[in-house]
């Protein structure tokens, strides 16, 4: 390497550098400032101050529920039909409840691996392991990311126990709450706690004898009630609709963050 050669080793990830790579949509700079988010570091940090004030009309929905309800399997088909519409997609995937199971997770929701080839596509894990402000902080990070790279729909899975339903709330101005068909003592102790805070709740698995009783029953109290079949994909559109009057309303109204019950 000649002498001059030395300035091609200035550092190529400067904290503006990365900015305008993620500001280009480089999947790899995406991926990158998200880690050094995950893990707390300054550059990180800084790189997003630069992306923060960049102005996004990407729509950012938590798919909520208990585990098994179907979150996973409702994301891949939304994923594919956002694609149709032509939409840049991306998935985070947390566990909002335990901050330290977040790379486990990544196994299970394998299936969503099939748009990993989708250059329209990125999909993430949270790992957050218990850094600064919780999960939810680092969760509004990574969804000001895709947004800066210019992803038009940002999905966010979580495990909706405890904290997380409220946490989702914060970072996702539409919340969809999964429910599998269920026995009408479950569907009284969901209402106290999961659907409150749900904008579209959806009773997935809807080839379930149960499903029409648990759908009446949801019905009496909230608005948005759907029925889906996440496994043939029956009901996806009804739910993509359902979720873009959400926003329509909430633009109308002036952006509060809950559905009237
Ligand atoms: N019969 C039926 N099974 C479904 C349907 N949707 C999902 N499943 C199945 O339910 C199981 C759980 O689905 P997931 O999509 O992994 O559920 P999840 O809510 O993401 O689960 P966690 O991430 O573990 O909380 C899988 O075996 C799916 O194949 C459906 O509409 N009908
Ligand atoms: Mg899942």
Redesign the pocket.
Known sequence: MTRFGIHLNKPVDSESTLAERVRQGQVRAVARLITLLERGKQEGRDALRLLEADTSRAAIIGVT????????????QLVAAYRRLGHKVGVL?VDMTSPFTGGA?LG??I?MQQHALNPGVFIRSLATRGHRGGVAAVTGEAVSVLEAAGYDVILI?T?GVGQGELDIAVVAPTVVA?V?PALGDEVQAMKAGLLEVAHVIVV?????PDADRTLRELNEWHRSVLK?????G?GIPALIAAIAEQQRLRDLEGAPTRAAP
């Not at 889906?228 to 043939?232: E, G, K, S």
């Open positions: 529920g208990y585990p098994g309800a179907g979150k996973s399997t409702i994301i891949d995937a997770l299970d929701r299936r899975e495990v999964v599998a997935n698995k809807g080839d379930h889906v079949t996440a496994t043939t029956e």
